[in-house]
């Protein structure tokens, strides 16, 4: 390793305060305990400490039998580091800071003009939500297929493009749209329309992917949003061949059959789990993205960080409900139900509840999350049973209204509404909601930068109807309680853990009326909050429906339309009569099961309210607006009369020439009025005219025809601008194109497989001769058992080949790898965080200097950033630990983990020739599906890894469980870093304690109870050319760690038989002393299930 030393002090001295800028806290916490079993030493028969005990227990490093006391390296032994957290960059530190970590091809920007204003996107998840959202003034929608679908529950389109010779725009069958006549309705309207294939596919339906993507071409669609790598190449291959094949044809220098003839473009689905310009550099130069969607977990500041750092176009979340997990990265329905969420088959787990166990101690968590402690208004009205939360993973939902100058003033290209499961009155509402939104910031923005803009206002029918906040959460919200009505900024302002997730009810509540007061003989009585009674109407009506919230919403609820409700002025309460269906359902009960449904200080929410739904209905069922249009009429005596009109939005013109000339007036000629009553408003088209949008100054003065030859004529101009703007030929044409452009299905898909074909025969890897074994470990105890184990085993055929050190925190790095080093013949891996955001850029440089062998790399972003440096074996030059010099150091293999979502052949492949030494497969994948995968890699399954023993990873967050249920805090820096004091677990509904850990960048990790083994399949995976396989712990003591990696090494070895290993992984605990056993799950080789076969846990 060379060292350079810095020859001026200023230099020294500006380098010494940025690397305490990337690597120092200015305030170091508590260090957090190297391993887990240091808290259960202390525990006699599995009882749990005391929450004063634990307060009281220091840090005991002589309970774990090391050989030496590891030296922890003061650059990486501070947890909480500016370099990867987020508030202190944004509000404490000057941007400059940030500008100095990045290296000079990503220096920030400076900001950019803004010329358009951002496309608002709407969801289309069938035809009534489709035609709610082009008649309220979204720009595109996006819908998806009856397959490949991330939201498969939805009505979805077909893709058969034949279908548009179809007379109607009605379902067939199974309850899915023609995509064809989709396209051609919205296109008529000047709507784009982008296909959600934002799945991930495996390799028995490559061939069935690139038919569909055949299709979705010949539909017209604008641009298909991908999350799999390899379809982003099948789209791109097809696209090419398609759009050459019909210049060929045409000749027309059309590039596709979208709007306007537009190629069909790839957009990065947020499934690829982008949060930084590295990660949308890779999705454009890999995938052919030209639109990235964004994390939802990102702040206005590190949006605009990104925005202007690259000119790739970007697209952010603006409402709808936000997933805990990072998208891409949620493995809850896999891991329990089999159903992947990559797969368009979420199961909603994170709007279930569940008990949190601290320090194995169950915790009754109230309003504020702290035990004990209420919150709110009306504190005499509080019940500490109807107030308990029980739904610690469920958001409430995203309502970016307030922010949408902020995102226009960033540069975002667009902005989309989350709901292809909602129904068309929430996409009227929030469609028109976010439509008034944006013109009004856009108007801001012309007038500040005193330009104009060349893109056309959107109309919108009924332009004076008003969408406001409050009927938004009439229409869809979570609401909480009286503070929280169920839609926040999500993480727009930064982490704000105490309100995103409270943790009361995981559905639509609508608007807190108030509490419970009393409840008798078929009478309730609430009192209502006191922001109700400044209103100038009284806050309920008959009609409107009410629920009343007793805090168990999975249970049944007193709720229903109101039939009755008086109003006591004198106490500012209401008594309230259901309607007869509703009152018998309560009343039949007997006494103390009618007060259960009804107890004194539960929350009444107001679920509906009839005139906000009459409005909505109205709104989703208008006739889509018509588009303005421009009449010019000309000619002159003896000439034909000409008459063009002008799409104002497009530019597109249709003319049209009379057959009989222009004759001299034998009285009046013709006059501007004449005409425009002839011309009239455009009749039954999609075109309409304003009152001067009629230009007849170029027709010669004392001209006359009859008024039918200028209705005829421009019924004529008319169809010619139909087809102007369609840009398509006429029905019978295209069908001949459809044919002629149809080619072998194989050929695509195949010469892309060909290609790793012809890659492995050139290239000079091999099978090794018996597969590598890595152990990913997550403590130092368990990283010096095994490095014991090693030492002390007498060898064999199957050893452990590399140990992976994922602490998930920068404690304690250097001192695992330094103890990893005394081990011969051993390599050394670190692995890097999931997530990485603007300005936490400086953790490659962190693990660099710990010089490992390689860096398990878990984002594209990392990936992206290390390639273009050089990649594998590339010196690089970053500075000391000590900050005073400068060091240079190679960039180790790189090694691509699970989360980089590898579920086939081509996704794979791409993935190694983007840099990575070798890829892990996807964890969506069976066991077969993986046999499947190496023998399609052929040579190249060297370089692949199957995780052959794990905790799944269910939930990756940036929600902190440890700050929002064990402190008052909002991010790490008022949190009181009680993570590094408390060992959580999340009890599910099957009592089964799930282990949350909290990473270097305050992100948590919901590890499944139970294990998951590969044991009955490794033979197969082996024998399929598998070149390595990883055992992975997370709360393992060094004993058990050391008993689970034995058993695996002693299979390989035929010293053992799979049942055996079995039994030996049932009897490993968790740090609560807890058995939770072991399954097959996600490698289970079962069929998945059909869309219609899917039902959510949440409605």
């Known amino acids: 390793m060379m060292r350079i030393i810095s020859s001026s002090s200023t230099i020294t001295v500006v380098l010494f305060g940025l690397l305490c800028v990337v690597c120092h806290s200015f305030t170091p916490p508590p260090t957090k305990l190297s391993s887990f079993p240091s808290w259960t030493s202390h525990q006699t028969n599995n009882r749990p400490l005391a929450v004063s005990q634990l307060h009281a227990t220091s840090q005991n490093e002589g309970n774990n039998k090391t050989k030496k006391k590891p030296q922890h390296d003061r650059t990486i032994d501070r947890r909480k580091s500016p370099a990867l957290w987020r508030n202190d960059f944004e509000y404490s530190i000057a941007p400059v800071g940030l500008q100095q970590q990045q290296s000079p091809s990503i220096q920030l920007q400076q900001q950019k003009i803004i010329t358009e204003p951002p496309e608002l996107m709407s969801p289309a998840g069938g035809w009534p939500q489709l035609k709610a959202a082009v008649a309220n003034g979204a720009d595109a929608v996006y819908l998806g ?22 007379s109607d725009y009605e379902p067939n069958n199974e309850g899915a749209a023609s995509l064809a006549q989709a396209v051609k309705f919205a296109h008529e309207h000047h709507v784009r329309v982008y296909v959600a294939f934002n799945t991930l596919v495996f390799d028995e339906e490559l061939h069935e992917v690139q038919e569909l993507i055949e299709q979705i071409w010949e539909c017209g669609v604008d641009a298909v949003i991908v999350q799999d790598v390899g379809v982003s190449k099948i789209v791109k291959e097809v696209v090419d061949a398609l759009s050459a094949k019909m210049e060929e044809e045409e000749g027309s220098g059309r590039m596709g059959k979208g709007l306007d003839g537009a190629r069909m473009e790839i957009h990065a689905s947020t499934q690829q789990t982008v949060t930084c310009a590295d990660g949308v550099e890779f999705a454009a130069q890999r995938t052919n993205a030209t639109r990235v969607v964004l994390g939802r977990e990102l702040s206005l500041t590190e949006i605009a960080q990104i925005t202007s750092n690259t000119d790739i176009e970007i697209e952010a979340f603006v409402h709808g409900a936000l997933c805990v997990s990072y998208s891409g990265q949620c493995f809850s329905s896999e891991a329990w139900g089999g159903r992947s969420a990559n797969r368009g088959q979420c199961a909603q787990a994170c709007r279930l509840p569940y008990g949190l166990i601290a320090n194995g101690e169950l915790k009754h968590l109230s309003f504020d999350g702290i035990e004990g402690i209420m919150g709110g208004s009306n504190k005499q009205l509080q019940n500490n049973d109807v107030d308990e939360v029980q739904y610690l993973l469920s958001p409430q939902d995203l309502c970016g209204l307030e922010h949408v100058e902020g995102l226009v003033r960033a540069g975002v290209s667009c902005l989309k509404i989350e709901g292809r499961l909602k129904d068309s009155s929430y996409v009227a509402a929030t469609t028109r909601a976010y439509r008034q939104a944006i013109d009004e910031a856009w108007g801001k923005v012309l007038e500040e930068q005193s330009t104009t803009s060349s893109s056309t206002k ?16 009439h229409v869809f919200a979570r609401g909480q309680d009286e503070n929280h009505d169920g839609l926040t900024a999500g993480f727009f302002e930064g982490p704000k853990h105490q309100r995103l997730v409270r943790g009361r009810s995981p559905r639509h509540r609508g608007v807190h009326l108030g509490r419970v007061v009393s409840s008798n003989s078929g009478v309730l009585t609430i009192q209502f909050d006191d922001r109700l009674m400044d209103e100038a109407e009284f806050p309920l009506k008959r009609g409107d429906g009410i629920v009343v919230d007793r805090g168990m919403p999975q249970d049944e609820e007193l709720g229903g339309p109101i039939y009755d409700v008086r109003w006591n002025a004198r106490d500012g309460t209401a008594d309230i009569r259901f309607g007869r269906e509703v009152e018998h359902r309560w009343m039949d009960n007997d006494r103390r099961s009618r007060q259960k449904m009804a107890p004194n200080g539960a929350h009444v929410w107001k679920t509906a309210d009839s005139d906000v739904s009459k409005r909505m209905k109205r709104l989703a069922v208008l006739d889509p607006p018509k588009s303005p249009a421009k009449v010019v009429v000309s000619g002159g005596i003896g000439q034909p009369l000409t008459v063009k009109v002008i799409d104002t939005r497009s530019g597109k013109v249709g003319e049209a020439t009379s057959d009989d000339l222009l004759e001299e007036a034998q009285k009046a000629g013709l006059s501007a009025k004449t005409i425009r009553k002839a011309i009239g408003t455009l009749g039954n088209s999609r075109w309409n005219l304003g009152d001067d949008d009629i230009d007849s100054s170029s027709l010669e003065e004392n001209v006359w025809c009859p008024m039918s030859l200028i209705k005829e004529t421009r019924r004529q101009a008319l169809d010619n601008l139909v087809e102007a703007v369609e840009g398509s030929p006429k029905a019978d044409d295209e069908w001949k194109m459809h044919t002629n452009l149809s080619y072998n299905d194989e050929v695509v898909v195949d010469q892309l497989l060909s290609e790793i074909s012809t890659n492995i025969m050139q290239g000079n890897d091999s099978p090794s001769a018996s597969v590598k074994v890595s152990v990913l470990a997550r403590s130092y105890e368990q990283v010096d058992s095994l490095c014991s184990m090693i030492e002390s085993s007498s060898g064999g055929t199957h050893t452990v080949d590399e140990i992976v ?37 400086g953790i490659w440089r962190t693990l660099l200097r710990t010089e490992p062998d390689g860096i398990m790399i878990r984002s594209t972003g990392l990936l992206h950033r290390l390639t273009q440096l050089g990649g594998a074996g590339q010196q690089v030059t970053i500075q000391s630990s000590e900050g005073d010099e400068t060091i240079q150091v190679a960039i180790p293999e790189l090694i691509g983990d699970f989360s980089l979502n590898a579920a086939n052949a081509i996704t794979a492949f791409e993935l190694l020739q983007s840099g990575l030494d070798r890829i892990t497969a996807a964890y969506d994948l069976n066991a077969n599906s993986i046999t499947e995968l190496a023998t399609l890699l052929g040579r190249k399954a060297s370089q692949l890894e199957v995780v052959v023993h794990q905790h799944m990873p269910i939930f990756h967050t ?3 469980v440890f700050a929002r249920f064990l402190s008052k805090g909002d991010s790490y820096q008022d949190c009181g870093h009680v993570c590094t004091r408390n060992i959580v677990h999340l009890r599910d509904q099957n009592g089964k304690d799930n282990l949350v850990l909290a990473d270097m960048g305050c992100r948590n990790t919901v590890f499944q109870a139970e294990s998951q083994s590969g044991v009955y399949s490794l033979n197969e995976w082996v024998k399929a050319g598998v070149g390595h396989v990883r055992i992975e712990l997370v709360d393992e003591k060094g004993e058990d760690a050391v008993k689970v990696v034995k058993a695996y090494l002693q299979f390989l070895e035929k010293d053992k038989q799979a049942v055996d290993v079995w039994s030996v992984l049932e009897g490993v605990s968790d740090s609560n002393g807890r058995m939770a056993g072991v399954g097959i799950g996600s490698l289970r080789n079962s069929v998945e299930r059909r869309s219609g076969e899917i039902t959510s846990n949440i409605h």
Request: with cysteine.
């Open 145 to 166: 297929l009856t397959s490949y679908s991330a939201r498969a529950r939805a009505s979805n389109f077909d893709p058969d493009p034949t279908l548009i010779y179809k």
């Open 458 to 473: 959107r109309i919108l029918s009924s332009p004076d109807e008003h969408v406001s906040r409050s009927d938004l959460t």
């Open 805 to 841: 050190v994922d602490f998930l925190e920068i404690d304690g790095i250097r001192a695992a790898v330094s103890r990893i080093r005394e081990v011969n013949d051993v390599r050394v891996v670190v692995a890097s965080p999931r997530i990485i955001k603007p300005g936490e850029e």
């Open 958 to 960: 940036e929600h902190c």
